[in-house]
């Protein structure tokens, strides 16, 4: 099993900054790559960036390329994601993700989550 603890909750204005982290801990030796994901109610969760360990090699959903940045350090078992000029429909709960077989967006084949976090961006 692995446990995910995300941190970084915030209230921010459009064009703002924020930056989340997600800290792994247990049986996370095997760890394929790590992602973000986000959802407003109603919605489908949906992927937002991803990052392999082995590689560093980093993915990112079109809404958030360029602004959105996914990073890791995998001595520390804990990645991040720099949010810079926020927009309003950035606003979600973003949930941490992590899996243990390639692939990186699909969302029903992470079978770790942490419990959440919400950004909320105001106009």
């Known amino acids: 099993q692995v446990q995910l603890v995300e941190s970084g909750e915030g209230l921010v204005q459009a064009g703002g900054s924020l930056r989340l982290s997600c800290a792994a801990s247990?049986?996370?030796?095997?760890?394929?790559?790590m992602g973000w994901f986000r959802q407003t109610p109603g919605k489908e969760r949906e992927f937002v960036a991803a990052i392999i360990w082995s590689s560093g090699r980093t993915s990112y959903a079109d809404s958030v390329k360029g602004r959105f940045t996914i990073s890791g350090d995998n001595a520390k078992n804990t990645v991040w994601l720099q949010m810079n000029s926020l927009k309003p429909e950035d606003t979600a709960v973003y949930y941490c993700a992590a899996r243990q077989n390639p692939g990186l967006r699909d969302t029903s084949s992470y079978p770790y989550w942490g419990q959440g976090t919400q950004v909320t961006v105001s106009s």
């Open positions: 247990g049986r996370t030796f095997n760890t394929y790559a």
